[in-house]
């Protein structure tokens, strides 16, 4: 089950920072926080995943605070296209499944 | 296009009919999953493939529900007598399987309407 809590929406304007937040106060300390977003009507996209250390791609950057309880997805300079549900989920390495709960709901507003 | 594929895209059905989904995993995956989504919830596990072995099954797959990966490459999922229930998007995804919390790549859903 989702061991995550996540606002239900944010909003966000075009062109600035969007920083979704994830609580996971739960977590133990094999377990990877990975985020994915869909977009409406489509299946779910892989963002990034991360264990300890902050973690940055070309889509997004995951800090993870020092006690691993919280983390936050950043998306430096949002666009309309990244209006979409945001998923963070938690996982051990070795499990199989996803628990996506019901995430949260980015607005990126012109 | 080298990523999931799903069909169809959408099915619609009446109740008490047996339907069957078809997903195709990016060539190299050794792992295959099929989820569930209903409106306004994320996507549920169902059932995960390793290769052409059916290795995890939610709770949620009821005896109605079965799916295959027969050669462990394209998998089925097919539904018996349909129930309204049923409807929701269908997703299928894969993985590498290098190891096991690779992360997995999602078709685009097959939507089930049950009448």
């Known amino acids: 089950d989702a061991k995550t809590t996540q606002p239900p929406s944010m909003d966000c304007a075009e062109g600035r920072a969007a920083n979704l937040p994830c609580n996971h106060s739960t977590i133990s300390g094999n377990e990877y926080v990975y985020w994915y977003r869909q977009i409406h009507s489509q299946g779910p996209q892989y963002i990034i995943h991360g264990l300890k250390n902050n973690e940055t791609n070309e889509m997004a950057s995951l800090i993870i605070t020092e006690d691993r309880k919280s983390s936050t997805l950043i998306l430096p300079h949002a666009t309309l296209r990244d209006t979409a549900v945001y998923y963070c989920i938690v996982r051990v390495d070795t499990g199989n499944q996803f628990y996506f709960g019901t995430g949260t709901s980015l607005t990126v507003i012109p | 296009d080298t990523g999931v594929s799903q069909n169809p895209r959408h099915k619609i059905t009446k109740r008490g009919q047996n339907v069957t989904f078809r997903c195709d995993p990016i060539s190299e995956h050794n792992r295959l999953y099929w989820y569930r989504q209903t409106l306004g919830q994320g996507p549920e596990f169902l059932t995960y493939f390793q290769n052409e072995a059916q290795l995890e099954k939610s709770r949620l797959l009821s005896d109605r529900f079965s799916a295959e990966r027969p050669k462990g490459s394209f998998s089925t999922l097919e539904i018996q007598r349909t129930e309204q229930g049923d409807s929701a998007m269908y997703l299928c995804?894969?993985?590498?399987?290098?190891?096991?919390?690779?992360?997995?790549?999602f078709g685009p859903g097959t939507r089930l309407t049950v009448l």
């Open positions: 995804a894969s993985s590498l399987g290098i190891r096991a919390g690779d992360e997995q790549f």
